[in-house]
């Protein structure tokens, strides 16, 4: 209860209810009448915000023209969602105190998008009791594309200023009705404008333009370096080289006042042209390097087909995309992801050269590589190099064609062989001498 009210500052129970509990949408419906199974799903919202304003925290806010009563929190009710949202109490804003005496409409139309950009998801496992046709249709929408973010990664009447400090803005700066940071979901960071169709393209140009003032302006950082004020606050990556555009702009236009939201959006477009036209390079995209991405959307289709549909179009653009395509470069993507298709299919193509070069290598020296004159066997390596020639130094290699195995036999051999003619020779030399002796003591005798 306290980070819905936190996050959107004034709701009806049952929109606090579709946030924090959205599964209690598909149950009660034995009821007899839409009010009764209103009352039934809210019943236990409507307690905890009664024990909320005991405790001073909450307060009735006013009534809608159809008789829903509208909550929102007390500054200390504000520092407690504050702790929830594990936000600091001077980014939580101000009590949306007096909301009801215009009927609020601005603010409710606020809600919605932050519903239907959301999406909650039914807890499942807490409808295994309820009807088949009742679990069908929570599976539906548990199935369907999910929405951005959780209640925390929304942020409602943020000042985005141009002048002052983020605690005291000055004058010309802007005020985003919602900012979405879901990095998770592919939105690191998203401003959302909503408009109910009462306002001309002109007013709405003057807004954007404080919009580019706050996305241009920087402060120095600690370190004195000076950096965009916006990234002081919130975190998104770094921009590809050339290529930093400021965060985009989501307009969302709910037709409940006189005006054509097709004529406005065409006018708007060309009034703020400087302001998010891209330049054009060859290579077959556009670059936002310090431009502002615009992109608009109806109510009514946000809230059919949520931020996966193809209901949003971009300045600039012909064609309807999902939320992540018009607040991306689709074409700048497809150009680096062919350009590093190109570059991986190279290093591939170098890769398998040098496995050819190296193969050829492998061969040649195989087919060099001596074969032993006495059995046969190809060289080792070791082998190989102990009787290629080396410097004039190195011992000369006594059998240079002869494996290690065969070296050894006909070392062995000749070391054999060589015993034995020792031996031979010193029998040989000892019998004359005996002869000559004899000869000598016969020649005495006589």
């Not at 009448?33 to 006013?62: F, I, V, Y």
């Not at 409808?127 to 539906?140: F, G």
């Amino acid at each position: 209860m306290l980070r819905v009210l936190g996050v959107l500052k004034v709701a009806t129970v049952e929109q606090i209810q579709q946030i924090a509990a959205p599964h209690l949408s598909y149950r009660h419906t034995d009821k007899s009448t839409p009010s009764k199974r209103k009352q039934a799903r809210t019943a236990s919202h409507t307690g905890a915000l009664s024990d909320l304003r005991k405790h001073g925290l909450a307060e009735n806010g006013g009534q809608l023209p159809g008789g829903d009563t509208l909550r929102n929190l007390t500054p200390m009710g504000l520092k407690a969602a504050a702790r929830e949202l594990g936000r600091p109490v001077g980014e939580m804003g101000n009590p949306a105190r007096g909301a009801g005496r215009t009927g609020a409409s601005h603010p409710m139309t606020v809600n919605e998008a932050v519903l239907a950009l959301l999406r909650p998801k039914p807890d499942l496992a807490q409808l295994a009791s309820e009807p088949a046709d009742v679990r069908a249709a929570a599976q539906a929408a548990f199935d369907a594309p999910a929405g951005l973010g959780t209640i925390s990664s929304y942020a409602t009447e943020v000042a985005l200023p141009a002048t002052g400090t983020w605690a005291n803005p000055g004058k010309g700066g802007a005020q985003a009705d919602i900012v979405i940071t879901a990095p998770e979901g592919g939105v690191p960071l998203l401003f959302v404008e909503i408009d109910n169709c009462f306002e001309s393209a002109q007013v709405l140009a003057a807004k954007i333009d404080k919009y580019m003032r706050f996305g241009q302006r920087k402060v120095k950082d600690t370190g004195g370096k000076e950096r965009p004020m916006w990234r002081t606050r919130w975190w998104v990556p770094d921009g590809r080289r050339g290529d930093q555009p400021h965060p985009p702009l989501l307009l969302v236009f709910n037709r409940i006042g006189p005006r054509n939201p097709n004529t406005v959006i065409a006018q708007l477009a060309e009034l703020t042209e400087r302001h998010w036209k891209g330049f054009w390079y060859d290579a077959g995209f556009h670059m936002y390097d310090g431009k502002l991405p615009i992109v608009v959307t109806g109510m009514k289709q946000l809230q059919e087909h949520g931020p996966a549909g193809a209901v949003f179009r971009r300045f600039g653009r012909r064609q309807n995309q999902t939320l992540l395509e018009a607040i991306g470069n689709p074409r700048r993507e497809a150009h680096d992801a062919r350009k590093q298709a190109e570059y991986a299919a190279r290093q591939r193509e170098h890769q398998e050269e040098l496995r050819r070069i190296a193969a050829q290598h492998r061969a040649e020296k195989e087919a060099r590589r001596p074969v032993c004159a006495d059995c046969g066997t190809r060289f080792t390596d070791e082998r190989w190099k102990a009787v290629e020639p080396s410097g004039w130094g190195a011992p000369r290699e006594t059998h240079p064609h002869l494996c290690d195995d065969c070296k050894q036999r006909a070392i062995t051999a000749e070391r054999q062989a060589e015993q034995a003619g020792h031996g031979h020779q010193e029998h040989g030399q000892a019998v004359p001498e005996q002869k000559a002796g004899g000869t000598w003591l016969s020649r005495l005798r006589g």
